[in-house]
């Protein structure tokens, strides 16, 4: 066959194909839209293959998802042409006539050359190779020299079924640690991710090999059902990517889920309906692939030998659950048969028996989870607690959490278990674990902390209401319930606190001891802050974000060793102002003195001693009306710069610093101002390069200069931020934008608090509009997780005065709103 009668058939294929993509929506080509596409090239393979004139002895086989009859849309088309040996030569020539054209036409194809011993040597090799030729198939020549190849193929899985299935169990774990676990990332890989497609296939192979008595009807059903809904959604993506994409990122889930025929459903979004049936289809997967690999890998020694025998009831059913994690184990086969055969009401009625064995569990950590999501894959977690139900499998709409509702639940259990358990060197944790907090109470506080994200608005309330109800329906006792329930009322109370607050206000400190109440209470809310940020995501445990938790919960805990607050933060500001002298020993003494007296008490009692003695030559020296100081270095922290600025204070400063750092190229990580009793502005901001990890000297030159010409009216930063930001990619997150204005915070300060999805000079842009309003920023606390940015700003108007008139705020809300959206 000639170039253009191949060619002819390429565009034949691509016609046919693009028929079949459009004769259904996206988001409904699932298994048999996979097959027919299948069939389709091995049409025009066939003929190809054909009239290419194939010498003797070889033939054309189809391997891994094409050899499955699994053709997605953009998935590469994986061929092997396996030969005799006889003709190598002939044979290479062979592929280029096969395979030059469907690169032409822009095909994607995977391909390889091998004789059978070839095969068989590649699969003793490598595990991916020998799994995607377990799929293969002849498409045209020689049947018989491909069917050696799989035969040998086969034989290699056979021969040693036990080193095969654990051959497959090793690279599952590998895989996870890799593409994480698609049962309740919230960005899941659908094919290489844990419970994802590749683990179908999986349980395909081992079924294949080692027989079907390792998989129970019930599991069958569910695979087969994970299958159809997770090939119609990574279909769904490649068709709006136009790549052979496995991942499912925020950004497509709205689209996806429209074309998968998701609606908005009270309490539940379309893209949240959409991903809640991938983590439970995904889940589905994961535990039938975990317990056939167990089983394969056992050599069948975990199958049970006859019908399973059912617990008398489910209180000896969590009583055997119990016994197993409180010795590290997790669940297993036989353990779950017998359960899932247990009669188990729709919601089961507690008794002292069942509490003590759920308790048992909650405090075993790990093995607890384990068991916990045993309990869950075979419903009964829903019937133990019925609140449950509302967060298994729904993902989280926001930039800190990586998981499910259900699953950073768990993770925070298991984190606050090891915490109560084998403690660790970090002196807040020794310190909240010696108020000897209710041990009971903690872990039922930190299970339950964001029971109420279940779609209705704001979850504390929601969750205050649903644990004191779970709380009961379990039958906790009194002391324990309390602390349970006023964990999950107050548990964003300290890590808010710290990071959006002035902590040196005195009244803040007392208003947060008051609500607080007591020592233990304290104990067992730092200990949930700790272990809810840890199981969050690393963004949410920074180490800036810990020093803030640690110094709130010191001066909190001062409130309750003493019941005395002035006296206390006094004597603090007199040490750390005498550290500072102690350390500007060489520097003239009336000079330091006048430094001393010029700075605010927040910057004394926020800055450590030695980084305030650093910035001494910068900040002492008077400074010029259009003078402007930067001065950088790099922090303990890998790749991360204080950026200190020094200038007269003025209307729009603080916003032009923000811009000229946009433009230079560095995102601002956290922020601090303070200004002067002679009205000097000093800013000091944590910074790191937005696309090079180091930020070289040529970086802060060109930083100054743009600061310089921008204090002096020189250029229009709101051009330039303009202009630069349009050559990158906006945001991927879709968190809302939030101004929330409080005059209760602060005796002297209106408190304003901005959220918004972090993009390039968003700072800018809040103080730009803040400057514009005449508003005069005295403190700024400026924090980023990932793609979202929550930043406050105790502001006060031109005459030094709190913003109290609603006319104002309301302005201040819509101006700050505007900005950001615009």
């Known amino acids: 066959m000639g170039s253009a009668p191949r060619?002819?058939?390429?565009?034949?294929?691509?016609?046919?194909?693009?028929?079949?993509?459009?004769?259904?929506?996206?988001?409904?080509?699932?298994?048999?839209?996979?097959?027919?596409?299948?069939?389709?090239?091995?049409?025009?393979?066939?003929?190809?293959?054909?009239?290419?004139?194939?010498?003797?002895?070889?033939?054309?086989?189809?391997?891994?998802?094409?050899?499955?009859?699994?053709?997605l849309p953009r998935s590469d088309i994986d061929l092997l042409i396996v030969h005799d040996g006889r003709s190598p030569q002939e044979v290479a020539a062979l592929a280029e006539r096969l395979l030059y054209p469907l690169w032409d036409g822009g095909f994607e194809v995977g391909h390889a050359v091998r004789t059978p011993l070839e095969c068989e040597q590649v699969a003793r090799d490598h595990l991916d190779a020998l799994t995607s030729m377990l799929d293969l198939r002849t498409v045209a020549g020689d049947s018989a020299v491909a069917g050696e190849a799989a035969d040998r193929v086969r034989a290699v899985?056979?021969?040693?079924?036990?080193?095969?299935?654990?051959?497959?169990?090793?690279?599952?774990?590998?895989?996870?640690?890799?593409?994480?676990?698609?049962?309740?990332?919230?960005?899941?890989?659908?094919?290489?991710?844990?419970?994802?497609?590749?683990?179908?296939?999986?349980?395909?192979?081992?079924?294949?090999?080692?027989?079907?008595?390792?998989?129970?009807?019930?599991?069958?059903a569910r695979i087969d059902a994970a299958e159809e809904f997770l090939t119609r959604v990574r279909s769904a993506v490649q068709f709006e990517t136009g790549t052979h994409g496995d991942r499912l990122p925020l950004e497509l889930q709205p689209p996806i889920a429209r074309v998968m025929g998701f609606s908005d459903e009270p309490r539940l979004i379309a893209e949240d309906g959409l991903m809640r049936a991938v983590f439970e289809h995904a889940r589905a997967v994961r535990w039938s692939a975990e317990n056939v690999l167990a089983r394969a890998a056992e050599g069948g020694a975990s199958m049970p030998t006859g019908a399973p025998e059912p617990f008398p009831g489910p209180d000896e059913a969590l009583e055997a659950l119990a016994e197993v994690a409180e010795s590290g184990d997790r669940p297993d086969a036989r353990l779950l048969d017998s359960l899932e055969v247990t009669p188990v009401a729709d919601t089961i009625v507690w008794t002292d028996r069942t509490r003590g064995a759920f308790m048992r569990i909650l405090r075993t950590g790990e093995a607890g989870v384990?068991?916990?999501?045993?309990?869950?894959?075979?419903?009964?977690?829903?019937?133990?607690?019925?609140?449950?139900?509302?967060?298994?499998?729904?993902?989280?709409?926001?930039?800190?959490?990586?998981?499910?509702?259900?699953?950073?639940?768990?993770?925070?259990?298991?984190?606050?278990?090891?915490?109560?358990?084998?403690?660790?060197?970090?002196?807040?944790?020794?310190g909240a674990l010696a108020q000897e907090p209710d041990r009971n109470g903690l872990v039922l506080g930190a299970l339950l902390h964001d029971i109420g994200k279940i779609g209705e608005g704001g979850h504390v309330p929601a969750g205050a209401r649903i644990a004191t109800e779970t709380l009961?329906?379990?039958?906790?006792?009194?002391?324990?319930?309390?602390?349970?329930?006023?964990?999950?009322?107050?548990?964003?109370?300290?890590?808010?606190?710290?990071?959006?607050?002035?902590?040196?206000?005195?009244?803040?400190?007392?208003?947060?001891?008051?609500?607080?109440?007591?020592?233990?209470?304290?104990?067992?809310?730092?200990?949930?802050?700790?272990?809810?940020?840890?199981?969050?995501?690393?963004?949410?445990?920074?180490?800036?974000?810990?020093?803030?938790?640690?110094?709130?919960?010191?001066?909190?805990?001062?409130?309750?060793?003493?019941?005395?607050?002035?006296?206390?933060?006094?004597?603090?500001?007199?040490?750390?102002?005498?550290?500072?002298?102690?350390?500007?020993?060489?520097?003239?003494?009336?000079?330091?003195?006048?430094?001393?007296?010029?700075?605010?008490?927040?910057?004394?009692?926020?800055?450590?001693?030695?980084?305030?003695?650093?910035?001494?030559?910068?900040?002492?020296?008077?400074?010029?009306?259009?003078?402007?100081?930067?001065?950088?270095?790099?922090?303990?922290?890998?790749?991360?710069?204080?950026?200190?600025?020094?200038?007269?204070?003025?209307?729009?400063?603080l916003s032009w610093i923000a811009g000229a750092v946009a433009l230079a190229g560095l995102s601002i990580l956290t922020a601090q101002a303070f200004t002067t009793d002679d009205g000097v502005a000093v800013d000091v901001f944590e910074v790191e390069g937005v696309f090079e990890d180091e930020v070289d000297d040529a970086r802060w030159r060109e930083f100054r200069g743009v600061l310089r010409k921008a204090v002096e009216g020189r250029l229009s930063l709101e051009h330039l931020v303009a202009q630069k930001?349009?050559?990158?990619?906006?945001?991927?997150?879709?968190?809302?934008?939030?101004?929330?204005?409080?005059?209760?915070?602060?005796?002297?300060?209106?408190?304003?608090?901005?959220?918004?999805?972090?993009?390039?000079?968003?700072?800018?842009?809040?103080?730009?509009?803040?400057?514009?309003?005449?508003?005069?920023?005295?403190?700024?606390?400026?924090?980023?997780?990932?793609?979202?940015?929550?930043?406050?700003?105790?502001?006060?108007?031109?005459?030094?005065?709190?913003?109290?008139?609603?006319?104002?705020?309301?302005?201040?809300?819509?101006?700050?709103?505007?900005?950001?959206?615009?």
């Open 472 to 653: 009961e329906h379990i039958g906790v006792p009194g002391p324990t319930r309390d602390l349970a329930a006023f964990m999950v009322a107050e548990h964003l109370l300290i890590p808010d606190t710290a990071t959006r607050r002035d902590l040196t206000d005195e009244n803040l400190i007392f208003d947060v001891a008051a609500r607080i109440g007591s020592p233990d209470r304290l104990g067992a809310l730092t200990l949930l802050a700790k272990a809810d940020a840890i199981a969050t995501g690393p963004s949410a445990w920074t180490p800036w974000r810990q020093t803030l938790v640690r110094e709130l919960v010191s001066r909190v805990q001062r409130v309750f060793d003493r019941g005395h607050m002035g006296t206390e933060l006094a004597q603090q500001l007199t040490d750390r102002t005498d550290a500072v002298r102690d350390l500007l020993g060489a520097e003239p003494e009336d000079a330091v003195e006048r430094f001393v007296l010029r700075m605010p008490r927040g910057y004394f009692l926020s800055i450590d001693p030695e980084r305030i003695a650093a910035h001494y030559p910068t900040i002492a020296p008077d400074v010029g009306s259009t003078e402007v100081r930067a001065t950088s270095r790099l922090v303990m922290k890998a790749n991360t710069y204080e950026l200190l600025v020094v200038a007269a204070d003025r209307p729009g400063l």
């Open 7 to 71: 060619g002819a058939s390429i565009e034949r294929l691509r016609e046919e194909l693009g028929a079949l993509d459009r004769a259904y929506s996206p988001g409904h080509h699932g298994l048999w839209s996979a097959r027919r596409r299948a069939e389709l090239l091995d049409g025009v393979l066939a003929e190809m293959f054909g009239a290419a004139e194939p010498p003797r002895g070889v033939g054309l086989a189809a391997v891994g998802g094409y050899g499955r009859y699994q053709q």
């Open 370 to 430: 384990a068991t916990l999501d045993a309990l869950d894959r075979l419903g009964v977690m829903g019937r133990l607690l019925p609140a449950w139900t509302d967060v298994r499998c729904r993902p989280q709409r926001d930039p800190y959490h990586r998981f499910t509702v259900d699953t950073h639940l768990t993770r925070a259990l298991a984190e606050m278990s090891r915490l109560i358990e084998e403690g660790d060197d970090d002196p807040l944790t020794t």
């Open 157 to 220: 899985a056979t021969d040693d079924v036990t080193a095969f299935a654990r051959a497959l169990r090793e690279d599952a774990l590998v895989r996870a640690e890799r593409f994480g676990v698609s049962a309740h990332l919230l960005e899941p890989d659908l094919k290489n991710g844990a419970g994802g497609l590749r683990d179908v296939q999986v349980v395909r192979w081992a079924t294949a090999v080692a027989g079907d008595a390792l998989l129970r009807t019930a599991e069958r």
């Open 725 to 822: 930001r349009s050559r990158y990619p906006g945001s991927r997150s879709n968190a809302p934008i939030t101004v929330v204005i409080d005059n209760e915070v602060s005796d002297y300060s209106t408190v304003i608090e901005v959220g918004a999805p972090d993009r390039l000079g968003l700072l800018y842009d809040i103080t730009r509009a803040l400057a514009e309003l005449t508003l005069d920023v005295h403190l700024a606390k400026v924090a980023t997780y990932t793609d979202r940015v929550i930043d406050s700003f105790y502001v006060r108007d031109a005459l030094g005065r709190k913003v109290t008139d609603a006319r104002q705020v309301d302005e201040i809300e819509s101006v700050v709103r505007d900005r950001l959206s615009g």
